[in-house]
């Protein structure tokens, strides 16, 4: 059965609950600013959790990055419509740039297709140091860097 989404209020801990359920490669963030949902046949079928900027150097009180979408994948055009409306909230914030990153095999047609640019390529690797120690539980390729910015 194919679905129809339309978006819907969520709020954070109902996306963190459903990314943790549905995202292939990552657990939910902490934290985040706000939630989106997208809805269809009386169920959610996807989310988009934003939140303020992993990279510290883009965390400048102007930026927000799309932290986390998930969706099942019967939903045609679902993560087109969790990028856009991401990026209407987060300017109706007051918000003037909104940055998300892809694994490099993932191709980005639905960011293109709601008007974001790709910008960079990341070196990835971890992030584990012995002043701070981490496990490494998600991907740690080079990722790509997209934006929509005003």
Request: glycine fraction near 10%.
């Amino acid at each position: 059965m194919v679905l129809k989404g339309t978006i819907i209020p969520m709020t954070l801990k109902e996306a963190r609950r459903f990314v943790d359920r549905h995202h292939r490669h990552h657990r939910a963030p902490v934290g985040g600013l706000f939630a989106i949902g997208l809805g269809a046949a009386d169920e959610v079928v996807g989310v988009a959790i934003t939140g303020r900027p992993v990279n510290r150097v883009l965390d400048n009180g102007w930026t927000a990055e799309v932290l986390r979408v998930a969706l099942l994948e019967e939903v045609p055009n679902g993560c087109s419509q969790l990028y856009g409306a991401s990026w209407r909230a987060a300017r109706a914030l007051g918000y003037r740039r909104l940055v998300t990153y892809t694994l490099l095999e993932e191709r980005g047609v639905s960011l293109l297709a709601s008007g974001w640019k790709l910008i960079a390529k990341t070196q990835g690797g971890s992030w584990n140091t012995p002043s701070r120690p981490r496990v490494d539980d998600h991907p740690l390729q080079g990722k790509l860097r997209w934006e929509v910015n005003i």
